[in-house]
């Protein structure tokens, strides 16, 4: 008797668990990709978790680059002028879908210029497709996609 009663305990309590609000599904959004503007496919960012984080965690550091392709040349340039080449730094963190970044550029008359974002990523067919974000700097909302293939087409 005393044998059927814990197996009756054991058996409700893998049901409870099993079927109780206890299941909690983490997403691990997956970001290190090149991402495009949406309405811009000449302005690029190039996302990455840190080291620690290697796209498996639910939160962590996320840095990069933010760049402008040139089509004539296919060259990046800082600005989307084209008039310096390289790449802008971005650092920022991520938490399950939401994610904050700060793009840190030069600027030749007052040293760096700081821009920050905030907003959330979309999921499409389990893979982080877009990130909606708004800019803390000036209010406007950037849409970054992720391209079908490795890269954004620039034209």
Not at 34 to 60: A, I, M, S, Y
Not at 83 to 88: I, P
Request: aromatic letters at 10%; charged letters at 25%.
């Amino acid at each position: 008797m005393k044998n059927y009663i814990l197996i009756i305990i054991f058996s409700l309590s893998v049901l409870q668990t099993a079927c109780g609000p206890e299941i909690i599904i983490l997403f691990i959004p997956a970001i290190t990709a090149f991402w495009c503007v949406e309405d811009d496919p000449c302005h690029k960012f190039r996302l990455r978790p840190d080291n620690k984080t290697k796209d498996n965690g639910f939160q962590g550091a996320v840095g990069g680059l933010e760049f402008y392709v040139n089509p004539a040349d296919g060259k990046a340039y800082q600005d989307p002028e084209f008039q310096k080449e390289g790449e802008n730094f971005i650092a920022g963190a991520f938490e399950n879908l939401n994610i904050a970044f700060t793009v840190t550029s030069p600027e030749p008359s007052y040293g760096l210029a700081e821009r920050e974002y905030v907003g959330a990523m979309e999921v499409e067919n389990d893979t982080v497709s877009r990130m909606v974000l708004q800019s803390l700097t000036d209010g406007r909302q950037l849409v970054l996609a992720r391209p079908p293939s490795s890269d954004c087409e620039c034209e």
